[in-house]
């Protein structure tokens, strides 16, 4: 399976959820972990999404526009 483009419109709320990670989990994860609620759009494919990332791939998304998955 291929990766695609997932270019983000409107972010409606980032929230850090490395603490809750930690609590299920029983370990830290490596970096902070956002849930990120946002309207994406996959090659004409528009949705309302909830995805976790990690720092460094929501830092990225917020720079160039879109994620890849």
Same mark, same amino acid.
């Given at each position: ?19 809750? !990670? $930690? ?10 972990? =956002? ?5 994406i759009n996959c090659y004409g494919v528009k949705e309302r999404v909830k995805k976790c990332? !990690? $720092? ?10 879109? =994620?890849?998955?």
């Amino acid at each position: 399976m291929n990766l695609l483009e997932h270019y983000v419109g409107k972010i409606y709320s980032v929230e850090d959820v490395t603490k809750e !990670f $930690e609590e299920k989990n029983g370990h830290a994860p490596h970096e902070k972990l =956002y849930k990120v609620d946002m309207d994406i759009n996959c090659y004409g494919v528009k949705e309302r999404v909830k995805k976790c990332m !990690f $720092e460094k791939e929501y830092l990225f998304m917020k720079q160039n526009g879109y =994620y890849m998955a």
